[in-house]
Structures are given as C-alpha cells and as structure tokens.
C-alpha cells in the first residue's frame, strides 16, 4: 500500500512537472513572458490575422495580437489591431506595421519596420500601416484586377474586335474581285515601269557620284587654302567694317554736337536773326524796284567802257592826254 501511494505521488509529480513545462512552452512560443506595452494599428484587411499571431521587429519576435476591433473611419469599415510588445521596447516614431509572411508556407505575422527617426513611440500610441507584404493577399489582389480587366476590358476589346472583322469580311466579299484587279494592273505596270526606274535610279547614282568627283576637286589642297584666304578677307573687312561704323558712330555723335551748338546759337540769338531778315528783305525789295534804273545805268556805263576801250586800243595816247590820230579824224569828216 505504502508503494503505490509513493507510485502516485511520483506520477503526480511528473504530471504537474509536465503542465509547468507545457505552460512555460506555451509562454514562449506566444511572447507572453513577462509585462508588455500595448499598440496599435489599423488595417483595411486583417486576412490571416487573428489573436495570438506574432508581432515581429525586423523579424524578431516581441510580441502578440490581443484583440482585432472594427472600427468605422471616413464611413469606411477598417480594423484596428491591439498588439502587445515587450515592456520598454523602443519603436521609432517613423516605423511601419505591415502583415507579412516570411515564407509561403509561413504562418502571417505583423511584422514592424523600423524608421530612422530618433524619437519613439509611446505605449497606446498608433504605429502607421504599411501595404501587406501577404504574398498570398497580393496573387489574390491581382487576380481581382486581372478579372476586373478581363470582365470590363478585355471582353469588350475581343467583341468589337469581331464585329469589326465581321464587316471587313463582308467588305472584302464584296470588293475582292475590283481589289484583285487593281492591284494585277498596279503590278503589270509597275512590273513595265520597272526598266525605266532602273534606268533613272542608275543615272541618278552616277549623276551623284560625278558630283562627289567634283566636289572633291573643288576640296582640294589649293581651293581649301584659297577658301580661307578668302574667309580671311572676309573677317578683316568685316572687322575693318565694325570699325568704320564705330568711325561713323562718332561722326553722327559729333554733328548732333555741332546741331545741338547750331540750334542753341539761333535760340539764343533769334531776336538778331529775324531783325537781320526783315532788313535783308527790305533791301532786297529796294533792290527789286529800283533794278531797272540800275540795269539802264549799267548797260549806259558797259557802252561807255567799250567805246572807251575802242579809243584806246586805236590811240593809247589817250591814256596820256593825247588825241585821235589825224586818219581817224579825217575818215570822221
């Protein structure tokens, strides 16, 4: 009797010895080892995310999901994940909460990516949302879209697609005999023009490559040289052509000096000016009555000077007091 109560004992020991180590493994696969700090974090889908999943930092294991609220934002159902990290771990301000999967057969975890910023988040804080890192949730996203595309897209391409080959097909029913013949007579006499095309494209051909004969003789050594010496003229009477018209440039500075004198010579002495006008008009009216007097005295005084100079060429005596040789006077009578 003695031995088996002892037997019980020993198997009650080993028993509560097993239920210690299996809530201590319990324990430490769940991250509830001692106290924590509570987060959160909001999603729009939480696929694969339950109480219990693992809260990763840069995959390392600190932590668990407590409890998964609906929560209603801007009319639009989200859901707000209360994560439970390890007391006094420090979270960036900057990190982001993202559900991921390490593996394709791996179960989903939150897994927090740290920032770089030098402040830290306060427990009860929000952490941001990342895009889901759900290999599994990105294929089925895409296949949404593909069949969005396919539902939306591609079947109304494919459907006007055939009805436009429809009515090409009875199109072409209808006008491939005059197609057919068209296009045999643009053969026919593309296929007799095709002699003289040759023909052109060939004499072309040489016309082009007597002109590069030339053009190389033009470019010869001698050519090229006289080119620039005719360049350098060129650049010399441009140059030389700046400078007469910086020459002429100053020229006009200097008479729009002489003007400016000009006009400030009359202004300051147009009192003078018009006095002296009015005078030479008025002697040039005297002038103008009494021209016919003056040109009477003037033709009296040009005969007398001719007479004059008619003695004198017959007797220059004259000159000296003489008188008119005897002939002269004689003929006179």
């Known amino acids: 009797m003695r031995d088996n109560r002892v037997n019980y004992i020993v198997v009650g020991m080993f028993v509560i010895a097993m239920l210690a180590a299996l809530l201590v493994s319990l324990a430490l696969l769940t991250g509830r080892t001692g106290p924590t700090d509570t987060y959160y974090a909001v999603y729009d889908n939480v696929s694969g995310v339950g109480t219990g999943t693992q809260v990763l930092y840069e995959g390392f294991n600190v932590g668990q999901v407590e409890e998964i609220v609906p929560v209603q934002r801007n009319g639009k159902t989200r859901f707000q994940v209360v994560l439970s990290v390890r007391e006094g771990w420090r979270i960036p301000a900057d990190s982001v909460a993202m559900i991921a999967a390490s593996g394709l057969l791996s179960a989903v975890a939150v897994d927090i990516r740290s920032g770089d910023s030098e402040s830290v988040l306060a427990p009860g804080d929000e952490i941001p949302a990342g895009p889901s890192g759900n290999m599994f949730a990105v294929v089925t996203d895409i296949a949404a879209q ?10 109304p ?43 052109n494209v060939q004499k072309f051909s040489e016309d082009i490559s007597r002109s590069g ?35 002429l440039n100053e020229s006009r500075k200097l008479v729009d000096q002489v003007l ?29 009555r009494s021209i016919d007097t003056i040109t009477s005295d003037l033709e009296g005084t040009t005969r007398n000077m001719h007479e004059f100079s008619r003695q004198v060429r017959q007797n220059p005596g004259l000159l000296l007091g003489g008188t008119a040789p005897p002939d002269e006077r004689g003929s006179r009578r």
């Open 146 to 155: 593909v069949s969005d595309l396919s539902q939306n897209a591609l079947k």
């Open 157 to 199: 391409l494919i459907a006007n697609l055939n009805r436009q080959l429809d009515a090409f097909g009875v199109i072409l029913e209808d006008q491939a005999p005059e197609l057919m013949a068209s296009m045999i007579a643009v053969v026919a006499d593309l296929s007799a023009k095709t002699p003289a095309i040759t023909t």
């Open 213 to 247: 004969e030339q053009l190389n003789r033009m470019l010869d050594d001698g050519n090229v040289e006289r080119v620039g010496q005719i360049l350098g003229g060129i650049e010399k009477t441009t140059s030389d052509f700046a400078r007469l018209t910086q020459d």
């Open 260 to 288: 400016v004198g000009l006009n400030q010579v009359v202004a300051d002495n147009r009192t003078t000016v018009a006095a002296s006008l009015r005078d030479l008009r008025y002697t040039m009216q005297t002038v103008s």
